[in-house]
Each structure stands twice: as structure tokens, then as C-alpha cells.
């Protein structure tokens, strides 16, 4: 009979675990017992004929680790473990539950996905489930059934931990950073698919496209990735404005690139592109418009079908000028709009270069092993 079956079987059949847990019981026992054994014969022989008289003190040291002791022991420990784990574990269900709307059944089915999504991706229960919770107040797979839901958060979760690991973010910031991002072109890009009868895009598709996209541009300049991150989200409320495609977009990601590996940070990279666009849609005086040989209403046409490459031309005009009047046609665009655009007189066969490599790098997404640099 094994030391403690009794006891600990009270415990279990109390505490309602006991057939979760009887195998674990059982590997524990013999897994002591064969312990106990070669820590005695170790500790008897090498600690006597190391200490002599002193080693007195091995008996006291085997005694404490025989296989009965060690039995007890071990399941007290590994039980007081589990139960802790499992506490800590439904607490921060609890807030998955309250983003999600899932309850019962359904709540406790995604925590099982997300316990398997640790285990597969190697990621800690905290971050499984904040990633859970981010999916959730984003409204990831709603409007399906529960089961729907739960794969979309689920493949949201998954994307967000590969993209994670690229740009060596933690996992609740890599998820609140794309919740923030897609949020204004999310819907935009699913009303554009849906005109031209394509699948709808799910969430997992957007990180696993743009994460490829921002990390393929930080892997090939010196631009981090939350530093474009920060630009594009600084950007957000132009991006809602226009609408932009899904291949524009990725042009936005590579104009930001390459006006911050010019040293500036995110924030104020994003800023300047942001101010550059409001002021060009002003056309105060029809001064910016004039750089194209158009009016304001031509300019306005052009930067609605496409901003960036309007951006580029209005860069290219300036750079046509004569230098005493390059200033003074960069000042059109606001004082930090100012500064983007005489970057941007320098950069343009940079810009052009990293919007063909972000298009298809947004293309082919992380699904492609190779970029996951």
C-alpha cells in the first residue's frame, strides 16, 4: 500500500479532481520511490567517507528523502501547484469572458484552444489570454457562431505570437498595437472584398499581412518595428479618411520606413506625413495643386486615388525647382509637413523602391517561413 493514498484520495474526491489527477498520483509514487532509493545509497556512502564522523547529519538528510516521505511530499506539492495554476488561470478567463461575451461551455472551450495554443507556440497563459482579451474588445469573430468566434480569436492569437516574436515585442503590446492599426482600415478592406465578391479578410489575415510587411522593412533599414508601428498609428485618422487599398497601405508602411531610418522616431515620422497630407488637401492658394499642373479639385481627385503616389509626385515637382525656390514650395506643407517634404525631395527612389518590396512582402504574408526574421 502507498504512503498517503489514503489522504490524499479524501482530498481529491472532496475537491472533485480525483480521476483528473490519479495518474499524475501514480507516476509520482513510482517516480519517488525510485528517487528516494538512489539518494539514499548516494548520500549514505558518498557523505560518510567525505565527512566521517559529521556525516551523522546523511541520515537524518536520506531519512527526510525515502520514497514514502518523498511520495507524500511531492503530491502535496504538485497538488498545492495545480490548484494555484488552475486558480490563477480561471481569473484570467474571467477577463477573456467579459471582452469575448462567451460563457459556459463556450468560454471554456476557448480556454482548452488556448491552453493548446501554449502549448504549440510555447507562449505563457498570461499572454494567451490577454492576447484572448485583446481579440475580444476588438470584436474579433463576431457576427458568427460561438464557434466561429473562438477560431477567429484563436487565429488571431497565433498570428499576434509569430509576429511577436519577429519584431521581439511581448504579445499583449504586439495585439494592442494591430488592434489599433486595423481598426481604421479593417472594415474598409472588407467592403472593398466584398465589391469585388473576394473572401472576407479575418483578422489573422490582416496581422499575418501586415506583420510581414513592417518586419520586412525593419529587417532591411534601420527603422524598428514599433517605430512604424507608432508612425502608422499616428497616421490612423488620414488612413480613415481616404480609404486606402490594401496595396496602398503597405505603401504608407514604406514611406514611414524609410523617412525613419532617416533618424527620426515614430511618432514624428507619423506626424510629419499626417500634417504634409492635411496641408496638400487644403491647397491654400492653390500653390500645392499648381507643383502638378492641376487645381485644387484635381489635387483633392488625386490624392483620393492615391495618396501616397501624389505624395511622391509633389516630392518629385520640389525637387524640379530651381533650389532657391525648393524652400519656399516645402513651406506650402505646414512647418513639420515642411520637413517631410524636403526628406522626401532626397528620397524618392528609396520610397519607390521599399513600396515594391512591402507590397509583396504584405502579399505573401508570415505565412511564408522565410520572413519571420
Same mark, same amino acid.
Given at each position: ?135 475580444? *474588445? ?44 486595423? *481598426? ?109 499642373? @492641376?487645381?485644387?479639385?484635381?489635387? *483633392? ?8 503616389? @501624389? ?46 518590396? @512591402? ?10 517561413? *522565410?520572413?519571420?526574421?
Amino acid at each position: 500500500m502507498e504512503v498517503g493514498r489514503v489522504e490524499v484520495g479524501a482530498y481529491f474526491a472532496d475537491h472533485g479532481v480525483k480521476a483528473g489527477l490519479s495518474g499524475m498520483e501514480r507516476d509520482v509514487n513510482r517516480s519517488a520511490s525510485s528517487m528516494g532509493r538512489g539518494f539514499k545509497n548516494v548520500l549514505a556512502g558518498d557523505l560518510a567517507n567525505t565527512f566521517g564522523p559529521a556525516a551523522g547529519y546523511a541520515n537524518v538528510l536520506t531519512a527526510a528523502l525515502n520514497p514514502a516521505t518523498l511520495a507524500v511530499g511531492s503530491l502535496a506539492v504538485g497538488m498545492g501547484i495545480a490548484t494555484k495554476m488552475a486558480m490563477n488561470y480561471n481569473t484570467m478567463m474571467v477577463g477573456v469572458g467579459k471582452t469575448t461575451n462567451l460563457v459556459g461551455q463556450d468560454l471554456a472551450a476557448l480556454g482548452s484552444d488556448l491552453q493548446k495554443l501554449q502549448m504549440e507556440m510555447g507562449i505563457t497563459a498570461q499572454a494567451a489570454t490577454s492576447m484572448a482579451e485583446q481579440a475580444g *474588445s476588438m470584436g474579433v469573430g463576431l457576427g458568427g457562431t460561438t464557434k466561429y468566434q473562438r477560431e477567429e480569436i484563436i487565429g488571431f492569437s497565433k498570428a499576434v505570437t509569430m509576429a511577436a516574436g519577429a519584431f521581439k515585442m511581448d504579445a499583449s503590446t504586439t495585439a494592442d498595437s494591430f488592434g489599433h492599426m486595423g *481598426s481604421v482600415v479593417f472594415e474598409s478592406f472588407n467592403d472593398q472584398r466584398r465589391a469585388q465578391d473576394q473572401a472576407a479578410m479575418g483578422w489573422e489575415e490582416y496581422v499575418m499581412r501586415s506583420g510581414s510587411a513592417i518586419n520586412s522593412l525593419a529587417d532591411s533599414m534601420p527603422a524598428k518595428e514599433y517605430q512604424i508601428i507608432a508612425a502608422m498609428d499616428k497616421i490612423g485618422p488620414t488612413l480613415k479618411s481616404i480609404t486606402p487599398t490594401e496595396e496602398q497601405y503597405a505603401d504608407w508602411m514604406a514611406l514611414s520606413g524609410v523617412i525613419i531610418a532617416t533618424g527620426q522616431s515614430g511618432e514624428h515620422t507619423g506626424e510629419m506625413i499626417k500634417d504634409a497630407f492635411r496641408f496638400a488637401s487644403l491647397d491654400n492658394g492653390g500653390n500645392i495643386s499648381k507643383l502638378l499642373g @492641376t487645381d485644387t479639385a484635381g489635387l *483633392s481627385q488625386m490624392l483620393d486615388e492615391d495618396a501616397v503616389g @501624389t505624395v511622391l509626385a509633389l516630392g518629385g515637382a520640389i525637387g524640379e525647382l530651381p533650389l532657391e525656390e525648393q524652400a519656399q514650395a516645402a513651406k506650402e506643407f505646414g512647418a513639420s509637413g515642411m520637413e517631410f517634404m524636403k526628406v522626401l525631395v532626397k528620397e524618392q527612389d528609396k520610397v519607390r523602391e521599399k513600396i515594391k518590396q @512591402t507590397r509583396a512582402e504584405y502579399a505573401k504574408g508570415f505565412g511564408d517561413e *522565410s520572413n519571420l526574421g
